[in-house]
């Protein structure tokens, strides 16, 4: 599904839907750890001398909060929209490293597990969001 034979795309346009694996469009856990497989659905279809195609794409991932270094699940729903200039000679197209790009673009800059999460005890290394530090440094 993610590389498409430019010859099948018509002005009527091509649906299709699938679901893969985060590798298959070459996301590794260290970029974000999907939980399931990802769902993608694409409307490709031509314009003139041009490949549009509008990528919906559906899954449930895992972050690591900022301060507690707990995990963070969530669902996410993104969608976004791709162009490909039809060159002499092309004959496929291939969506999933754009797909992977976007995906990566549209991460959080910082995830918390919670607005206010307290974080983890400087001295201990204790999470302070459960129960109250017990070790002896002074809090600030």
């Known amino acids: 599904m993610l590389k498409i034979s430019v010859r099948d795309v018509t002005s009527n346009g091509l649906v299709l839907s699938e679901k893969v694996d985060q590798a298959a469009i070459g996301l590794s856990d260290n970029d974000v750890q999907y939980l399931s497989p990802i769902a993608i659905k ?50 496929f197209i291939e969506l999933g490293e754009d797909i992977r790009q976007e995906l990566i673009l549209n991460l959080p800059t910082r995830v918390l597990c919670k607005a206010d999460c307290k974080g983890l005890c400087p001295s201990c290394g204790g999470n302070l969001n459960g129960n109250a530090c017990k070790c002896s440094v002074k809090k600030f």
């Not at 794409?57 to 490909?84: I, N, P, T, W």
């Open 42 to 91: 694409a409307k490709v279809e031509r314009v003139e001398n041009t490949i549009l195609a509008h990528v919906t794409v559906d899954g449930d991932f895992s972050l690591v909060c900022a301060r507690c270094l707990e995990d963070v699940k969530e669902k996410k729903h993104q969608e976004f929209d791709f162009d490909y200039p039809i060159e002499k000679g092309v004959e």
